[in-house]
């Protein structure tokens, strides 16, 4: 599987992007959907593999998750490292402890060089980054999280890797809505 920044549209992809398929999920390391959401798409992953090529984008909803934005900043700092989608999981798997020294923790188990994550962090080097998602996404329609676009295309359906699955074979799935 592909784990890179796609250089053309500033994404992180998982997966193949000359897959058929493309799935970008806005999303905030603090909101609980999107923790849901993340289980729901490991298990997408597993079922699709490189038949899907999956993007994230940081819309941290900072009104009501007061950590979303270092959250994706690290993210961001990992990222920088090389290691932006393993950090992408823990923040999810860990999504009730995203306090500065927790993140700094999560970068020591992922082995990044731990100064330079900390200098990014306290300098918020990766502030306009996220903040350029965010400004995508309002741009996009996008108005909370998670958000889903399946091939350019808002998805409404349930945030679940059945009802993405139905969407991706052209099924009309059954759900409720994505909140947002």
Not at 83 to 110: C, I, K, T, V
Not at 120 to 127: C, K, Q, V
């Amino acid at each position: 599987m592909s784990l890179r920044r796609h250089q053309d549209m500033q994404d992180w992809v998982k997966g193949d992007l000359e897959s058929s398929t493309r799935l970008i999920e806005y999303g905030d390391f603090e909101c609980p959907h999107c923790g849901e959401a993340y289980r729901e798409l490991k298990r997408l992953e597993q079922s699709s593999g490189d038949r899907i090529a999956m993007m994230f984008r940081h819309f941290p909803l900072t009104t009501v998750h007061p950590h979303a934005q270092l959250a994706a900043e690290a993210a961001e700092a990992a990222g920088a490292q090389g290691r932006f989608w393993e950090m992408h999981d823990l923040l999810f798997e860990n999504q009730s402890d995203l306090e500065p020294a927790a993140l700094l923790g999560y970068a020591e188990q992922l082995q990044l060089d731990v100064d330079r994550f900390s200098s990014e962090l306290e300098g918020h080097t990766h502030r306009p980054r996220v903040r350029r998602d965010f400004m995508e996404g309002i741009r996009s329609g996008v108005n909370g999280t998670p958000t889903f676009f399946l091939n350019g295309d808002r998805y409404m359906g349930s945030p679940t890797a059945d009802g993405l699955l139905a969407a991706m074979r052209g099924e009309s799935a059954e759900g409720p809505g994505v909140p947002g």
